[in-house]
């Protein structure tokens, strides 16, 4: 099984590349758009996949990618189902702060509550942050795409501030549900 | 006009929702364009009854005529029931010279030999569609005008479709049509559905089919083109193939507008290999009904989504393969060469 | 807590005491803060944390196994039957500041005025003429289970027509309960308040807007929609599905729907003997306590989810389960319940508490 990983190819000049991972395929593309336009300083590549691992033959034409998100739909259970089989894809590195999982319609109160834990229950075992996303409203997507770019500068090397592992891990915390220990 | 005929015409003319009313009266013809001005169709129902009755009188129009109104108001609006296909089979040699003239006569005689009060009337369309008219009565009894049956048949085609037919009058229909039509048996088509236009066009094949040659191309004319050059697809050729296999399944561009499809599932338990039941002899019943406003349409979307597995599984593509929406599942006997759950009728 | 008005007409005395309120109670844990004790970090990066609630991360993993009894022996057996009647909407509500069951005779009265005056309010209507609705609150006994929780109170809106021949007309139906509810949670209220926070209406859209807002001025209490989510459904599957051997489910019927374009409805009615068999080779009976875990019941939906699947290649989970229904009662996503029979009720409105209890906000 091939696994994704993050320093197998040369890195571009001045380049980012992240890949959205969406089972139903409904917001991924909206959002891409949102990143490419949004992005003015740097080239920002958008690869757009349902599950993972990506097909062997787009193996050559596709760039290093720096962050891997999965989007999860909270209103449908496959998604979730999805997003945590296609974990298992991924190289080691990626847990070093290369991924992160955005999900949607957490406010929408026909979600199972259950649905919503175990996505934070995931995300807080591999260490990595939850994005909520409104994704009903251009606001909302606009703001999502920033959220996104502002963690793909970092993972891509492109931001001045800090590491990545270390930039990550500093806010991983405050999405690790605090009430985990009491259960 | 007589008591009967008022009570058919207010009937008939209830059934009309207002803004329907003008369109109705002139597709049935029977009054003057002056007399069809000097009415008032905003007038609530009951008083456009008691003026729409005097013309009516001033014409000196019968039941007759009144049944013609109902009739070229269902021929409008087809969708005011439930309506069931039946399929003629084993044409005889002359089956294919029957004409209209013959097939209305023939109809009429048959009928009126085994019900001795019964009304028969038909037109013929200009697609070629002859709609029929029944009402029923028996040797005692009147024609009973208030629930007739309507029969649509195409001419030199095998399908009829039928609404608000009684099973007891259901032998002298099949008697007549067999041999009006010159078929020797007549079974039902195990398809119904509200809208008549979606049955002719999934029984008749009128609709764009998609079959299992030249992918390459079709999958290069729909490939859209990315919004950006630096957004890719990964998935773009497994979402083309998803699409190809709904579109051979259920047909490419504007799909029959069936409503629903029921499955009543005799089938053994087939669930994870640990449970128990897996072993069990007995059945696991139950009934599937899938529901939408364009069942087709969805089935499609629901495959190239990918919210359902390709290849689609016969069970869904026999909907427009057979042109059926009504289905019994029971497992294959062991030995039959059949390699999909059997359909029974 | 928003402060709190005080309306005039409480200076009423009890005019005659029919049931204790359990909020008179000696405020011994009035301090303790419930749920998540820790302040919510900064939120960075403009996370929202998608807490809706404090009791969220209480969600039980098992419970007992719905146990018919006769509840006409505890209840007034006409109340039950009103209970049974109708097709309920259901709503969460906050805890409900300084409600007496002993004031229920006032309510009636002030609720009638209420309606009539909002009726009234921007139209010219004939004084005397309009007088035409009619309250009723009553207690209904025997619902509650616990100590800790408040005896349910039943209401009925019945227009008087104008000739007085006429027998008044129920129009509006609507009862506030709360059945086996977090005890650790009520006993936390603070003195004066009483949780009902399951509320079930049934009648003309603007008569529940008028209750509620009625309710809302008057005991400093918010309603909101209560959806029932798949876990809730799942669970309402397998006890009624195992309450078959007892008592006929006649069917146990499923009902998705799919985001296709257009959407998919799909009902799948399963033969309920069928059904249970296979509840039953997933759920082993414990003699002593016959508790069922949320792993069985997730392991049931599979098992039917699986079979639909071999047989249409449909993912099911890739929907939204909307209804669950048995001869026992139905309850649909949106939050609609029908009680089909009155032996199970204990089981269905703890349930229903338990989920407008997670919608409240403490």
Same mark, same amino acid.
């Given at each position: ?5 993050? &320093? ?44 993972? $691992?990506?097909p062997? @033959?787009?193996?050559?034409? =596709? ?13 449908? @259970? ?8 296609? *974990?298992?894809?991924? %190289? ?49 997507? #606009? ?41 | ?9 207010? =009937?008939? /003319?209830?059934? +009309?929702p ?6 109705a ?82 109809l ?25 008219? /029944? ?93 950006? $050059? ?25 799909? $029959?507008?069936?409503? #629903? ?7 053994k ?5 640990n ?6 002899? @007995?059945?696991f ?31 869904l593509s ?28 | ?28 844990? =009035?301090?303790?803060? &419930? ?62 500041? =300084? ?28 004084v ?12 209904v ?12 109170v ?17 129009v509006?139906r ?7 509810g977090?005890?650790e ?6 003195p ?33 929609? *209560? ?14 599905? %195992?309450?078959?051997?007892t008592?006929? !489910? ?15 409805? /799909?009902?799948y ?36 989810? +699986? ?7 449909? &993912?099911l ?18 939050g609609?319940?029908?009680?089909g029979?009155?032996? &199970? !009720? ?17």
């Amino acid at each position: 099984m091939a696994l994704l990983t993050p &320093y197998s190819k040369i890195p571009e000049l001045n380049t980012a590349t992240v890949l959205l991972v969406e089972n139903e395929e409904q917001f991924q593309s909206r959002l891409a758009d949102a990143i490419v336009q949004q992005e003015k300083d740097i080239n920002v590549n958008v690869r757009l996949a349902r599950k993972l $691992p990506l097909p062997v @033959e787009n193996s050559e034409t =596709r760039p290093r990618i720096d962050l891997v998100v999965f989007i999860v739909n909270l209103l449908s @259970e496959r998604s979730l189902q999805a997003a945590e089989s296609s *974990l298992s894809h991924l %190289g080691p590195d990626y847990f070093l702060g290369k991924l992160c999982f955005l999900v949607t319609d957490a406010r929408c109160g026909a979600v199972p509550q259950e649905r919503l834990l175990s996505v934070r229950r995931l995300a807080a075992s591999h260490h990595c942050p939850v994005i909520y996303a409104e994704h009903q409203t251009e606001d909302g997507i #606009t703001m999502t795409a920033m959220r996104v770019l502002t963690i793909l500068k970092v993972s891509a090397g492109l931001s001045p501030v800090a590491t990545t592992a270390l930039y990550l891990s500093t806010f991983t915390r405050c999405t690790f549900p605090s009430d985990f220990d009491e259960d | 006009m007589d008591e009967q005929a008022r009570a058919i015409l207010q =009937r008939v /003319i209830r059934k +009309i929702p207002n803004k329907k009313l003008q369109t109705a009266l002139r597709a049935w013809d029977h009054l003057s364009s002056e007399q069809l001005e000097s009415l008032d169709y905003a007038q609530p129902k009951w008083l456009f009854l008691e003026n729409l009755i005097s013309r009516c009188e001033e014409n000196r129009l019968s039941l007759k005529d009144v049944t013609k109104l109902e009739m070229a108001y269902y021929i409008d609006n087809p969708s005011k029931g439930t309506w069931h296909a039946y399929q003629l089979f084993q044409a005889e040699g002359d089956a294919v010279s029957v004409n209209f003239t013959q097939f209305r006569e023939q109809l009429k005689a048959h009928l009126k030999d085994v019900v001795r009060h019964v009304s028969v009337r038909t037109k013929k369309l200009e697609d070629g569609a002859v709609w029929i008219r /029944i009402a029923w009565g028996d040797n005692f009894s009147k024609p009973n005008h208030l629930k007739p049956t309507y029969v649509v048949h195409y001419l030199q085609t095998s399908y009829v479709f039928v609404l608000n037919l009684m099973s007891k009058h259901k032998p002298f229909l099949y008697q007549a049509l067999l041999l009006s039509t010159r078929h020797v048996s007549i079974k039902e088509a195990q398809l119904s559905s509200r809208s008549l236009t979606a049955m002719r066009d999934l029984l008749m094949r009128q609709y764009q089919q998609v079959f299992p040659t030249n992918q390459e191309r079709t999958l290069k004319e729909r490939n859209a083109p990315p919004s950006h $050059p630096s957004i890719e697809k990964e998935h773009a050729e497994c979402a083309e193939r998803r699409h190809q296999m709904a579109c051979e399944a259920f047909g490419d561009g504007v799909l $029959p507008k069936l409503e #629903t499809a029921v499955y009543k599932l005799e089938t053994k338990y087939r669930g994870n290999s640990n449970n128990t039941l897996n072993d069990k002899d @007995e059945l696991f019943r139950g009934v599937v009904m899938f529901s939408s406003s364009n069942l087709l349409e969805s089935f499609r979307h629901c495959v190239s989504a990918g919210m359902a597995e390709g290849p689609v599984t016969p069970l869904l593509s026999s909907i427009t393969q057979k042109g059926r929406n009504s289905f019994v599942i029971t497992d294959k006997v062991p030995g039959a060469a059949s390699q999909t759950p059997a359909h029974k009728a | 807590m928003a402060t709190v008005k005080w309306p005039h007409f409480f200076h009423f005395s009890a005019p005659h005491s029919v049931v204790n309120t359990p909020a008179h109670r000696p405020d011994t844990r =009035r301090s303790k803060s &419930y749920g998540r004790s820790c302040v919510e970090p900064p939120s960075l990066f403009w996370q929202t944390p998608g807490h809706l609630t404090t009791l969220g991360h209480r969600i039980p993993t098992s419970r007992r196994a719905a146990k018919s009894h006769n509840i006409t022996t505890k209840v007034d057996p006409e109340q039950v039957a009103l209970l049974i009647k109708n097709e309920w909407k259901l709503s969460h509500v906050t805890p409900l500041y =300084r409600f007496r069951h002993t004031q229920l005779k006032l309510y009636s009265k002030h609720l009638a005025a209420f309606i009539i005056a909002e009726k009234q309010q921007g139209v010219a209507v004939e004084v005397g003429v309009e007088a035409g609705f009619k309250v009723t609150f009553s207690a209904v006994l025997g619902i509650a289970e616990t100590k800790e929780d408040a005896e349910t109170v039943f209401i009925q809106v019945h227009s008087k027509p104008l000739f007085s021949a006429d027998t008044p007309k129920a129009v509006w139906r609507g009862w506030l309960t709360c059945v086996n509810g977090d005890p650790e949670y009520l006993r936390s209220l603070p003195p004066d308040f009483v949780s009902l926070p399951l509320f079930c209406s049934s009648g003309p859209e603007y008569l529940t807007a008028l209750v509620k807002s009625w309710f809302e001025r008057t005991f400093d209490c918010s309603f909101g929609s *209560l959806y029932l989510n798949s876990t809730m459904l799942n669970w309402l599957a397998a006890l009624w599905t %195992g309450c078959h051997p007892t008592s006929n !489910i006649r069917y146990l019927k499923l009902a998705w729907n799919m985001p296709s374009q257009p959407p998919l409805d /799909i009902a799948y009615t399963v033969n309920p003997q069928d059904a249970w068999e296979l509840w039953n080779s997933i759920h082993t009976e414990d003699s002593t306590d016959d508790r069922i875990n949320i792993e069985e019941v997730q392991l049931f939906m599979n098992g039917l989810e +699986i079979h639909f699947f071999r047989h249409f290649k449909i &993912y099911l989970s890739a929907g939204t389960l909307t209804k669950v229904s048995t001869a026992l009662g139905s309850a649909h996503h949106d939050g609609k319940i029908k009680i089909g029979s009155s032996d &199970y !009720i204990t089981t269905l409105l703890t349930l229903l508490t338990e989920c407008a209890l997670m919608k409240t906000p403490v």
